[in-house]
Nanobody, 123 residues
Framework: QVQLVESGGGLVQAGGSLRLSCAASGRTFSMSAMGWFRQAPGKEREFVAAISWSAGTTYYADSVKGRFTISRDKAKNTVYLQMNSLKPEDTAVYYC????????????????WGQGTQVTVSS
């Protein structure tokens, strides 16, 4: 099992920045990648960004490319999501996930999830 704990959400004005963190514990050696998904009210959970645990290869949804940056600290078993130029449409609960498969941008391939952290962007 892998346990994930997110932190760093909050309220920010449009154009502002936030950094989310996700600390993993447990059988972290089984992870092939970690990612961030988000779910806005009334919408399905959608892919935001992911990073392969070994090589550090990054993947982004088109809606966040150029604004969000995912990174990892292997020594701390932690992944980060730096979010810049935030927009009201970025408002959602952000979930950290871990997958043991090579598929990093599809929800059902993620085995483990954190509890989620709220990000609210005011206009």
């Amino acid at each position: 099992q892998v346990q994930l704990v997110e932190s760093g959400g909050g309220l920010v004005q449009a154009g502002g920045s936030l950094r989310l963190s996700c600390a993993a514990s447990g059988r972290t050696f089984s992870m092939s990648a970690m990612g961030w998904f988000r779910q806005a009210p009334g919408k399905e959970r959608e892919f935001v960004a992911a990073i392969s645990w070994s090589a550090g290869t990054t993947y982004y949804a088109d809606s966040v490319k150029g604004r969000f940056t995912i990174s990892r600290d292997k020594a701390k078993n932690t992944v980060y999501l730096q979010m810049n130029s935030l927009k009201p449409e970025d408002t959602a609960v952000y979930y950290c996930g871990a997958t043991t498969t090579p598929i990093v941008n599809i929800l059902r391939y993620y085995n483990y999830w954190g509890q989620g952290t709220q990000v609210t962007v005011s206009s």
